[in-house]
């Protein structure tokens, strides 16, 4: 059963005081995909430590598993991939189902599409909506027959090229997905698949990539990054531990800053440039947060976080900040939403195609629950409170997205009357222990039980 279905489960949560104390986060979803993903196409065993157990990801699991890969987990939590070497993927005798997850989708159609068998791709009403185009468009010059549901949209069926055709493929939109997508396929193509990336963006392909063995390269041009990746590859097996999620974090971050009084530390947060523009953001407002412990976990630079609560004030992000936090706006609206002044955000035209419409999910949230906000067609403007509580008082529509359910019952903690998210099933997607998490910082859940 996926989180769509069934009877909705409202979330309010409250704080009666200062948030406090130290948590950690679950692994981070990003490299937590792409480890299953690349331990199935090594030859031999990779073990995982520390990998995300929400939903997006074990649908990954399960559709590497379809594909012939031995994937369990141990007993001490550690996950054990037998791979099945880079170009061995077998054909699935049932269709992948995906679940809310789009990065699971649109990585594992990279993986097919130079590989000699025929999958179909189908997914939740949420993900059913997303678009593929992006992702069709490239594969589809390399050889893939994609067929797919009106606007490019899932079901989809897809029958991999083999030899698939090398690429070099520029970048129309800043997306590491499709950049994945591309540089997976070539990892079965003859020759070099070549992604130029105007815009940088998280680069967990590139170093895992690397990591397991492949022939890849990136160097500046005056274009962008230029990824070159060598096809026919042999993967080696890897010990991997996972660091905990940068977007997970941010939850439990932002928590503390609009809650007066509180201090906490977030253990183990994984900080690649490419991912951390959220906190470079908040300070910039004023926000009181120190990096402790700075250290290398798989390749992936790692901290422990100390947050406090501090007054912020609003600003106008860069544009070019986007793709480091993409995923973070939701929560930074948030926090926008306390500072003194207005916050200006522009460039987010990515925001519309995620799993809902999230610049108009969040402006309609936060309006229901008294925050000054003006949509823009590739952002918003939000007035802050200067710190005080917002009005609350209203249920708001979670839209089956697992950030706006997270974003708008953090918004609920400073607030003068409740904030009731209508369902937070869709938050197990990503964080199964979100509310665990936030009662024993100290907010306290109100009405029926959510999520645990």
């Not at 008294?370 to 590739?378: H, K, R, S, Y």
Request: aromatic fraction near 2%.
């Amino acid at each position: 059963m996926t989180h769509s279905d069934g009877v909705p489960m409202p979330l309010s949560l409250s704080a009666d005081g200062p948030l406090a104390g130290a948590v950690t986060v679950p692994g981070d979803k990003s490299i937590s995909h792409r480890s299953l993903m690349l331990g199935a196409l090594a030859v031999g065993e990779t073990i995982i430590t520390g990998l995300l157990q929400g939903e997006d990801v074990l649908a990954t699991a399960a559709a590497m598993r379809a594909m012939g890969a031995d994937i369990v987990r141990g007993e001490d939590g550690r996950w054990h991939v037998h791979g099945v070497g880079v170009g061995g993927l077998l054909q699935p005798l049932v269709a992948l189902d995906m679940g809310n997850s789009g990065t699971s989708t649109r990585l594992l159609m990279g993986l097919v599409a130079s590989h000699p068998i025929t999958a179909t791709f189908i997914g939740d009403a949420s993900l059913s909506r997303r678009p593929m185009g992006r992702v069709i468009d490239p594969l589809g010059q390399m050889g893939a027959n994609i067929t797919a549901s009106p606007g490019g949209r899932l079901p989809l069926m897809m029958t991999g090229a083999c030899p698939a055709v090398p690429l070099r493929y520029v970048l129309p939109v800043a997306s590491a997905q499709v950049k994945s997508a591309v540089l997976l396929a070539g990892l079965n193509t003859p020759g070099d698949t070549v992604v130029v990336e105007p815009v940088p963006t998280r680069d967990h392909s590139e170093r895992m990539l690397a990591g397991f063995g492949a022939h890849l390269t990136v160097e500046a041009a005056p274009e962008g990054r230029i990824i070159t990746v060598r096809g026919e590859a042999q993967l080696r097996p890897q010990t991997l531990t996972v660091p905990g999620d940068p977007s997970s974090a941010a939850f439990p971050m932002v928590a503390a800053l609009v809650v007066p009084g509180s201090d906490i530390r977030i253990s183990n947060v994984g900080l690649n440039p490419t991912r951390a523009g959220l906190i470079d953001v908040l300070r910039a407002m004023g926000a009181d947060i120190t990096l402790h412990d700075l250290r290398d976990v798989g390749g992936e630079p790692v901290a422990d976080l100390h947050v406090r609560h501090a007054p912020l004030t609003g600003i106008e992000v860069p544009p070019e900040m986007v793709p480091s936090m993409v995923d973070e706006f939701p929560i930074l609206f948030v926090a926008a939403a306390f500072a003194q002044g207005r916050t200006i955000m522009r460039g987010l035209e990515e925001l519309r195609v995620k799993e809902s419409d999230r610049i108009a999910a969040m402006a309609s949230g936060l309006s229901a629950i008294g925050v000054m906000t003006q949509e823009l067609a590739d952002g918003m403007i939000i007035t802050g409170t200067g710190g005080e509580a917002i009005a609350g008082g209203a249920t708001v529509p979670a839209h089956l997205d697992h950030r706006i359910a997270m974003s708008l019952a953090i918004a609920g903690l400073h607030a003068r009357a409740p904030v009731i998210v209508d369902d937070a099933r869709p938050i197990a997607t990503s964080f199964p222990g979100f509310v665990a998490m936030m009662e024993r910082l100290g907010a306290r859940r109100q009405g029926p039980a959510a999520v645990h």
